[in-house]
T-cell receptor
Framework: NAGVTQTPKFRVLKTGQSMTLLCAQDMNHEYMYWYRQDPGMGLRLIHYSVGEGTTAKGEVPDGYNVSRLKKQNFLLGLESAAPSQTSVYFC?????????????FGDGTRLSIL | GQNIDQPTEMTATEGAIVQINCTYQTSGFNGLFWYQQHAGEAPTFLSYNVLDGLEEKGRFSSFLSRSKGYSYLLLKELQMKDSASYLCAVLDSNYQLIWGAGTKLIIKP
């Protein structure tokens, strides 16, 4: 998706392994979000950031950590992967002036934990 | 608790009109979004409503009634490429987006 790039696109992990998902944007937007999407459920917010150097917990933060050292990058870490973290992960960015701005999504990372 | 309800799946015919409903119960309301998501792809923004009434954008229209906690997305002149999931999301009092599970729309020739 133009402007928001997620890497990797696919990954298979074993239980207990760690990994980092990268979200990079060239839209110069302040707000960045990490969601997970599971079948039959709405997008659930994991963590978000309202600017460089800031992070906050969302609805389902347990088992994940994030960092926003640079404005354009938002990293999502899994320290010890569990099968319950098998999901599709989406990063989204948003202009920060008003909450009514639409979010723009990356193409997603499909993660399987065995 | 906060809740957004949408039908799980709908089927419609190419060239026809379909209405996808969304009802919500949230702590506060600062607007409602509709997104389209094709299978295996990212959600893309369709519309935003914050005031009551109908917003028209080409073949797609979105309606909001805040007093009823209700919105619908109306798709006209359906095309095969409209086969996708349609996600309803409400901005609550803390400006957090609450997402519905989505409605999978199947278009038949």
């Amino acid at each position: 998706n133009a402007g928001v790039t997620q890497t990797p696109k696919f990954r298979v992990l074993k239980t207990g392994q760690s990994m980092t998902l990268l979200c990079a944007q060239d839209m110069n937007h302040e707000y960045m979000y990490w969601y997970r999407q599971d079948p039959g459920m709405g997008l659930r917010l994991i963590h978000y950031s309202v600017g460089e150097g800031t992070t906050a917990k969302g609805e389902v933060p347990d088992g994940y950590n994030v960092s926003r050292l640079k404005k354009q990058n938002f990293l999502l870490g899994l320290e010890s992967a569990a099968p319950s973290q098998t999901s599709v992960y989406f990063c989204a960015v948003q202009r920060g002036e008003n909450g009514n701005q639409p979010q723009h999504f990356g193409d997603g990372t499909r993660l399987s934990i065995l | 608790g906060q809740n957004i309800d949408q039908p799980t799946e709908m089927t419609a015919t190419e060239g026809a009109i379909v209405q996808i409903n969304c009802t919500y119960q949230t702590s506060g309301f600062n607007g409602l979004f509709w997104y389209q998501q094709h299978a295996g792809e990212a959600p893309t923004f369709l519309s935003y409503n914050v005031l009551d009434g109908l917003e028209e954008k080409g073949r797609f229209s979105s309606f909001l009634s805040r007093s009823k906690g209700y919105s619908y997305l109306l798709l006209k002149e359906l095309q095969m490429k409209d086969s996708a999931s349609y996600l309803c999301a409400v901005l609550d009092s803390n400006y957090q987006l609450i997402w519905g599970a989505g409605t999978k729309l199947i278009i038949k020739p």
